[in-house]
């Protein structure tokens, strides 16, 4: 979670934060909704909590010396310093737009499937519906509004709709500022540690949905899953090497 990537996972927190603080008005006991929130925000707070204390430190360790003011390092004088934000930026170049250039082509073209993959499932995550299929029949209750609670128990396909949700937006987030902002080789890597997009390549091999594509149809499914073996043995030798995505 000290990563930076790590914080998105605080998106997941503050999606039901901000929607429980959007129904106290609607509510008939605001007051036991508001409690509802606290472990909610607690949680959300651990998260910034990892990232926000090494700063401090930080801080501490390289910018409180009075005496060497001249020759404190520039990241100390920002409003919000921050050395994360600092060795980033000067030492990596990171930065949006920095690495789009002609000489990273390559490896934009190397992170491609995986921003794809990843956007392409994070946007079915956030629109898909309902599937009727795995509801079982006879469990609706009339008297329970999922879209007025998210947080109740609700039948298996609005519930796993909501858990699909809230974890498809962190998804979707670490590919846009992978495109615009990371050293884009990376997102190869922090993939790994996102669900949707397994859900979603496991919905496609249920459906046996195919493609077009150079004049015959493909499995998508299969022709992702192949890739997926085939690109960590490669990967397994590159990062041996010392070579993007390491």
Known sequence: MVRSNG???GLIFAYDATWRLGTLYLS??????????????VAGSLIAVGFVVPQYVAWLEYCTDNSAAETLRPWCKKRVPSIYAWVQSHYWDVGFLRYW?????????????MLYILAKSAIWGLTRRTDSKIIKPGKRNSKIDPSNNPGIRTPNGERARQIIVRLAIPQLAVAVMALTG????????????????????ASMMSENREVELFGRKWRLARVISRWMVLYAILQGGLFASFLPPA
Do not use: D
């Open 101 to 113: 250039t002609i000489s990273n082509i390559p490896l934009f073209i190397l992170a491609a499937p």
């Open 7 to 9: 914080l998105l996972s």
């Open 28 to 41: 008939a006991q605001p007051f036991g909704k508001l409690l509802g929130v606290v472990p909610t925000l």
């Open 182 to 201: 990371y050293h884009v080789q990376i997102i190869t890597r922090l993939a790994s540690g996102y669900p949707v997009w397994y859900w979603w390549l």
